[in-house]
């Protein structure tokens, strides 16, 4: 059978070969497939990364898919952003991807889409229990395969963007599949790129495809400040998440990508929301509203972002993580071959330095994203009791995703991640030493409860 685990909040996921193999993969494909003739739909396109499992996993699934009546349209290796174009450009009724984004390279797993929406939470379920039941559609499927999308997407970007001047930049892909389509179109805008690590490789050799994480961007630091060039973007494994550092080589966080790209949005759309998660710096709620837009908080997750957005009509949201979504101009889901495009737009705009891009704002202590290995059939136990005990004892926190606590000089944050066994926690504040404070104060609350 299936381990229900692996079908986690957003997407399923696990280590090849001890939680996943292509027998389960079969069974998703059938699962999928009848999960789409329940709802009268049919057809779909199917995606891979470059991870070395992947081909082997997307044969299972289509041939499961195939069996349940599905129309099959195979891309090939693909960005998990041109899996989401290939379902607009193509009119399919959903979409399959196998990859398991930035996680090692012996994990793999899938994302479900019906339409351009995912397929998450209790419909992510459902398709677990049409597994569990084994009531499978029954059919005869058709199977193509059409890479001519990858063209269609790249002429589409470079449609939609306008530099006004050459910029000079830096392109890690870490050895994931963005590699396949960023430089080309940066080179196609008029600008100067070195690249590094863009040639697909499933094994990660030189570093970890997280972006956002310090030490998988120390060579494209060293190569932008050796080089002198203006900026340095990292992509993850599948290309849906993004990293920048400044010519100085420092990485910005995503929220400060977010920041940077919300100024342009909002000179543009004055008054328009912005949807930004719960990790994100109180600098950056405060520069929206200087910006003259309305920021509005809400849980971490792809899925969620994107369903929120649709919900209320915002057309620019981003996450801490580097999952940032664009409607204006764009189609509205994460992409990060795509924001890298808007954020060189940006620097081209002006002849000042990335590292000055912010300079004005208040300075502010934070963390990165820290993370607290905790079992995943105990971190949301974890999570609600920190919450209710800090609640107990009058603090301000806000529980829309986890436990956000608000001080007048700092917060402190602490979730649960929906993808791997860890609680997530980060702290900001108007120094240092209260920093350090607001993060004892929480996390001696969690270790309690561990």
Not at 7 to 21: A, H, K, N, V, W
Not at 32 to 44: D, R
Request: proline share 4%; charged share 25%.
């Amino acid at each position: 059978m299936i381990k229900p685990e692996v079908f986690r909040q957003y997407d399923i996921r696990g280590i090849m070969g001890e939680d996943i193999d292509e027998e389960s993969f079969y069974l998703i494909g059938k699962g999928f497939g009848t999960y789409l003739h329940q709802k009268g739909l049919s057809s779909l396109v199917l995606g891979g990364d470059a991870r070395l499992t992947t081909p082997s996993l997307k044969e299972a699934f289509a041939r499961g898919a195939l069996e349940t009546g599905c129309t099959v349209i195979d891309i090939g290796m693909v960005a998990t952003p041109v899996l989401y174009f290939s379902i607009w450009k193509l009119k399919t009724d959903g979409g399959a991807m196998i990859t398991a984004s930035h996680n090692p390279s012996n994990y793999n797993g899938c994302k479900l889409n019906l339409g351009l929406d995912s397929v998450y939470a209790d419909e992510l379920q459902k398709v677990l229990h049409i597994i569990q039941k084994g009531e499978f559609a029954s059919g005869s499927g058709t199977y193509t395969i059409n890479t001519s999308v990858n063209d269609d997407y790249k002429d589409y970007i470079i449609s939609g963007i306008t530099l006004e001047r050459p910029v000079k930049v830096v392109i890690d892909a870490g050895n994931g599949v963005g590699g396949l389509y960023l430089p080309e179109i940066l080179e196609n805008l008029g600008c100067e790129v070195i690249t590094m690590y863009c040639e697909p490789d499933g094994s990660f050799p030189n570093h970890h495809p997280d972006p956002t994480i310090e030490k998988n961007m120390q060579d494209l630091s060293k190569k932008v400040v050796s080089e002198g060039y203006e900026l340095g973007i990292g992509l993850d494994g599948d290309a849906d998440r993004i990293g920048v550092v400044d010519e100085k080589g420092k990485l910005l966080f995503g929220d400060q990508i977010l920041n940077i790209l919300a100024r342009d949005y909002l000179k543009h759309n004055p008054g328009k929301s912005v949807i930004v998660d719960v990790k994100c710096s109180k600098n950056l709620y405060d520069d929206i509203i200087k910006y003259g837009g309305v920021p509005i908080m809400y849980k971490t997750g792809h899925a969620n972002i994107k369903m929120k957005m649709k919900e209320l009509g915002v057309e620019f949201a981003g996450e801490m993580s580097g999952h940032i979504f664009l409607a204006d101009r764009y189609l509205g889901y994460d992409d990060a071959i795509y924001v890298s495009c808007r954020f060189i737009e940006v620097v081209s705009k002006t002849e000042k330095p990335v590292s000055t891009f912010l300079a004005d704002q208040p300075k502010m202590y934070n963390t990165p994203e820290l993370h607290i290995d905790c079992p995943d059939d105990r971190k949301f136990e974890v999570v609600a009791k920190v919450c209710d005990e800090l609640k107990a004892e009058g603090y301000d926190v806000l529980d829309i995703d986890g436990a956000r606590v608000n001080f007048p000089d700092g917060w402190g944050l602490v979730r649960a991640s929906n993808t791997t066994p860890v609680l997530v926690t980060r702290f900001e504040a108007v120094t240092e030493e209260r920093m350090k404070e607001i993060q004892q104060l929480i996390e001696s609350k969690i270790y309690k409860y561990l």
